[in-house]
């Protein structure tokens, strides 16, 4: 790969803060048609409680923050065979003349058909999440909620039809997947003395993926598609 990031960062009186990153990347995968991807993100937050008119409940709510950020990756390395999908790939097999005395029989045949259309398989993220402190930092609870949708999903073709004369079937660029989910986490500390503190620690996490677009025989009845 070869690639170029760019990135900028400001913050204001810990209290607003943004953040912009972008990179542009080639892989000599793909055919030269296709080899470079843009792939931008963006994250901003702002902490109310650093705010002046937070002074009245800070003795109970110490520290909160709310945070967004979005942005795309490139993914090329699903697939390592072939290596250059762009490219045939050819091999040799072997088998017994069924001849007397026969011999083996060495042909060539297309270990895997090219695609210059192939390109980035690409993940777009997106979180909201909240972070609070209470008491002074005894009580710490924490929300993000997140999706991520995939375009563009490497994957062999495996519905084209055996009259097509593939012996394998040709990878390409056949899905759109999207997953959703929440992550809940929390915390509870306190030190009794200097040698004696307790920490409580819990998780939670939700998570769903669907398919939004895959390449699916036509004669499936319903029940069997996904």
């Known amino acids: 790969q070869m690639s170029l990031s760019s990135r900028v960062t400001y913050s204001y009186n810990d209290r607003y803060f943004i953040e912009g990153n972008v990179g542009y990347t080639g892989s000599e995968n793909f055919s030269p048609g296709h080899r470079f991807g843009v792939f931008p993100a963006m994250a901003v937050g702002w902490v109310p409680s650093n705010e002046k008119f937070w002074a009245s409940v800070a003795p109970y709510i110490s520290f909160l923050k709310f945070r967004f950020s979005w942005g795309k990756v490139g993914n090329d390395g699903v697939i390592k065979t072939p290596r250059f999908t762009h490219l045939p790939l050819l091999d040799n097999d072997s088998a017994l003349d069924p001849a007397p005395s026969g011999n083996n029989i060495s042909r060539p045949y297309v270990a895997s058909y090219p695609n210059e259309k192939l390109t980035w398989e690409i993940a777009e993220q997106s979180n909201i999440g909240i972070e609070t402190k209470f008491f002074g930092g005894i009580v710490e609870l924490n929300a993000d909620i997140y999706q991520e949708i995939r375009h563009n999903i490497l994957d062999y073709r495996y519905t084209m039809p055996s009259t ?63």
């Open 164 to 226: 097509t004369g593939l012996e394998k079937p040709q990878i390409g660029n056949v899905g759109k997947a999207r997953s959703r989910g929440i992550d809940l986490s929390g915390k509870i500390q306190h030190a009794f003395t200097p040698d004696l503190w307790m920490i409580l620690n819990g998780t939670f996490t939700y998570s769903k993926a669907t398919y939004r677009e895959i390449e699916e025989a036509t004669s499936k009845p319903e029940w069997q598609r996904r």
